[in-house]
């Protein structure tokens, strides 16, 4: 089944607006074994619509619009598309009744700019949109399927998945094994050398996929009709891949960190210097954290390790604010303050100044344990600021879910040295 | 001129990576007054390419090609063009000049795979690429310019700045204008209705653009050929959105505050509940922070409020962690503590529990000053709590720049209460 992606709006031609709407289309449909042929993106502009919309249903067996579907003048999509068609428009009563509703339930009186959004092709099929108050529709245009959907990415997700997967699926092909698992410590390309490496010849019934999200990077693996196959080197990736896998499905290791403390009815501190708030602000992003989390200690300056955290002047001048000996204080510190059942400490130079031969930028002390035991580790990150601070924060959660699993290998993340 | 943009690259059809690269040039050529017309992706699929390469040189001035320059078998542009354009490939000197300079910088052997990318079609001039082994080039093909670029986002970028903008300048219509403020507190649809009731019919000869990008809003004009109405509405636009203005072209709050405090030598410091370190983590992601932040405290619970901060117990007991009485506490405590300048705290209900009926998910207290006085504000912001969090912290972080410019007036950002 081949398929086209038409997105329109001025929004996205101006770059105003980055489009993510078709990437998680995509996304959805690879995991029932669907691919997007070509997308064509155009303004809000009558001609290139017509044109496209009629170049693209010759050739695909399914066109989704995406956008135009809105209240105002610009929304041109049905319009156009009827044009091409060579149908009327008309008042469709679903889609009309939809309208009402969604104004009844909002208090609001039916404007005639949104009972626009009830005119459409006659004879269409609508959508419906659990969201907003543009539906979708559904007509055949040169024998390709036509599916309109609205821009509006909130809107959009639920759509396809309650009404255009399932939709789709009666036509995709039966047999689609898909699996995925949430990594962290392997960047892609070391994992496919870890692959050639390690399991020989790659099977070509099996897609291997990778997409990068900073931090974690989710590992995928789609096959047709191989189920033994699959299952096989589903195995070996999870084998090879070991305690790097963070969760299957989505995740995220703040979450991770939280749920695995909620079980164990302990709570976590942080003591950051070069992160500067960035662990404790994950953690405390995740809904009903209070329950294991109940203070963070950022300090960035020598005087305030002192102050706060009770880390000896002396430690800070024979060693350094980057040294094994101040995070070990810093977090036994951080243990004693808040009476926390585990802390992570932090201190590193995240640049871009700051470093010196002995102690590059890049370099960060990790402290992580309890009141039974303190471990630390040394990395050398070698990213700019930003990407520094983050991927810190990330090892720094990672370590402490390690520790909560009772996995005891060291990883060497990302780091130059070598362990 | 009629710029249409080719991207290719499987990557961006099976939504593994999100195309930023379009929107970026579609703002960069924005302000030189030309505007993408359309934008079509495919992977890296022979037919395909070749078939857009043919029809969308047909009707455009310039096609701009992205992606597909690169080493590896999947790297098609060059191979497909060539067939197009019916001319054969070369070895191009000056690309191959380029690839051996690039490695010897590097310290490789140039590969047979790297040489690859030297082979272009013949007669094509070549576009230099700064950052990465793989240059551009530049051909005509049915009187269209065709100009080819990397995929990777960091030498787009560079190539754009230094290469296709100056190409594309010498093409464009000479006399646009174009100005942009960077505005916080006040939404777009906020924005456009001052605009349509202070300042009447708009002048169809210009162009007021948004682009959101959380948690700051940049406010575009442009114009062709009307300085005296440019300059009028810019000076009425700048009047309008007054205080709500952070600054002319790119900034972030942050840096904003940094600057502020480093012109003072003064310091600042936070005291965070519900916002969790992200006001400390947004401070210390600024390069040379420490110079005017030395401590940060995350107190999420009670008990830590009065440990860390000296928040009485009574207070806490008699108003409530969301409250004005201890917000004012907390932020006296931080500059007690820290002998900081300044300081900024935060206490709020971010959701999704918690909430009650005098006191709702999304209600805020922010206190700030310095030993002299403490200013209070209350908020309600209804956003998800990840949304309540980011912009909660632009908020704290705003409070503090008006106060650090002398800025009295108190402002509702996008709270439900009414000021």
């Not at 962290?184 to 291997?208: C, H, K, N, Y």
């Not at 070991?242 to 976590?268: F, Q, T, Y």
């Not at 880390?311 to 024979?318: F, N």
Request: hydrophobic residues 40%; contains cysteine.
């Amino acid at each position: 089944m081949k398929i086209a992606l038409l997105l329109t709006g001025d929004e996205l031609m101006s770059g105003d607006i980055v489009d993510s709407n078709s990437a998680e289309m995509a996304q959805m449909f690879f995991e029932i074994g669907l691919n997007i042929h070509c997308k064509v993106t155009v303004g809000d502009d009558r001609a290139a619509l017509a044109s496209y919309m009629a170049e693209l249903t010759q050739h695909h067996d399914v066109l989704i619009i995406n956008g135009g579907l809105g209240p105002t003048q610009d929304d041109l999509t049905a319009e156009i598309l009827a044009e091409v068609a060579g149908v009327p428009l008309a008042e469709h009563p679903e889609a009309l009744a939809h309208l009402e509703a969604w104004c009844t339930q909002r208090g609001f009186e039916l404007s005639p700019a949104n009972r626009k959004q009830a005119i459409l092709p006659a004879g269409c099929d609508i959508i419906p949109n659990s969201r907003g108050s543009a539906v979708g529709f559904n007509l055949s245009l040169n024998n390709c399927q036509v599916l309109t959907t609205p821009g509006v990415p909130s809107e959009l997700r639920i759509m396809l998945r309650d009404e255009i997967l399932p939709m789709l699926k009666a036509h995709a092909r039966e047999g689609i094994l898909f699996d995925k698992m949430m990594t962290f410590g392997l960047g892609e390309s070391r994992i496919q050398q870890m692959v050639s490496d390690q399991l020989g010849t790659w099977p070509r019934a099996l897609d291997l996929g990778f997409r990068a999200g900073m931090p974690l990077l989710e590992v995928k693996l789609r096959s047709h009709n191989e189920p033994v196959l699959h299952q096989q080197y589903l195995q070996k990736l999870k084998e090879l891949l070991g305690d790097h896998i963070v969760a299957e499905g989505h995740a995220n290791l703040a979450a991770i960190v939280v749920d695995l403390l909620k079980r164990r009815g302990e709570s976590l501190t942080t003591a950051e210097s070069c992160t500067g708030g960035r662990i404790a602000a994950e953690i405390t992003s995740v809904a009903g954290s209070s329950a294991v989390f109940n203070a963070g200690f950022v300090t960035y300056s020598n005087q305030m390790k002192t102050d706060m955290l009770g880390v000896a002047p002396a430690t800070l001048e024979q060693h350094g604010a980057v040294s094994e000996e101040t995070v070990i204080e810093m977090a036994k510190g951080a243990l004693s303050k808040s009476s926390s059942h585990w802390a992570v400490a932090v201190s590193g130079i995240a640049g871009p100044d700051g470093g010196t031969e002995d102690k590059p930028v890049g370099t960060i002390w990790i402290a992580w344990g309890n009141n039974a035991k303190i471990k630390t580790q040394r990395l050398h990150l070698r990213f700019d600021r930003q990407g520094f601070q983050r991927l810190a924060t990330a090892i720094g959660l990672d370590l402490i879910r390690r520790e909560l699993l009772g996995i005891d290998r060291t990883v060497s993340y990302f780091s130059r040295y070598k362990l």
